[in-house]
């Protein structure tokens, strides 16, 4: 089959497009014909081995090389086969889900990081939903506990995760403001934010409006200036993967998540919460339902073949996308 191989860290020109053996599934294990994958903020970290530090505590990095050779996590596609303990999926159905080495024509996957797909939307509307919609949906339910009437600021409102938290922030009743560029404002609006912060020309964190719920998924913005627009008991939640290589940045997101973790312990008058979102059937059924009744929609901005996988990632690093990115087989 051909994959996506990452033997070294570098730019994505370090990638190549190659021939690799199909993987055999074990015995909790699906075998995915997929369809389309997406690329995350995820990969090109992985890519580059940024942050250093995360070579030390990632599970698919090492210290010098990457430990997982094929690049990609997101997928959708069709079941090919089975493990011999599986039996809530079968052959021929039509999943997503999230599991390391998804840049490929096949994926093994645990099957308990794999759910049928939304059947009201395509596969490649599928595969942009696991990761930022998982990272969306512990946000906005589970760390912020959303409520309607609640008003809910994002800050990079029109990324990949950024659109799905508008969305299902707004499907709880909530007032969401958006913070991202003037050309994605109509975008942002119709994901369901009422109001929109173009950085460019306001600085929402000098506004005299107050939130209940700060969800930050760029980390450009100090602890300080993110918790002054909090009404007292609100919530901060700090995410994301950040900026690409090369973006200054006044704090950067592994600095805000260090200042965070440490702040949390003394932090009285608002919550703060460092998101670490995680693997669940549980939510993958929750986004489908979200998807099937129409409260979310995946946002493509653009797709590639898999073998210019190299030319999406670097589309992504210099931040010309909106929404998600999207592999096609």
Known sequence: MKAIIHERYGS???LRYDDVDRPVPKENEVLVRVHAASVNARDWHYLRGD???ARLTAPDMGLRAPKQRILGTDFAGRVEAVGARVTRLRPGDEVFGEVPGAFAEYVCAPADVVDHRPKNVSFEQA???PLAGNT???GIRDAARVQAGQRVLINGASGGVGLFAVQIAASYGAEVTGVCSARNADLVRSAG????????????AQGRARYDVVFDLVGNRSLAECRRVLVPGGTLILSGGGAPAGRLQAVGPMGLFIRGMLASRFVRRHRLVILQAAQSVANLGALRELVESGAVTPVIDR?????ETAEAIGYVEREHARAKVILTM
Do not use: Q
Not at 193 to 204: I, K, P, R
């Open 303 to 307: 797709t590639f073949p898999l073998k």
């Open 12 to 14: 994505p020109d370090v």
């Open 136 to 138: 969306a949906l512990m």
């Open 127 to 129: 595969a942009a939903v």
């Open 193 to 204: 934010a009422a109001h929109v912060v173009d950085y460019a020309h306001e600085d929402f």
């Open 51 to 53: 942050p250093y530090l």
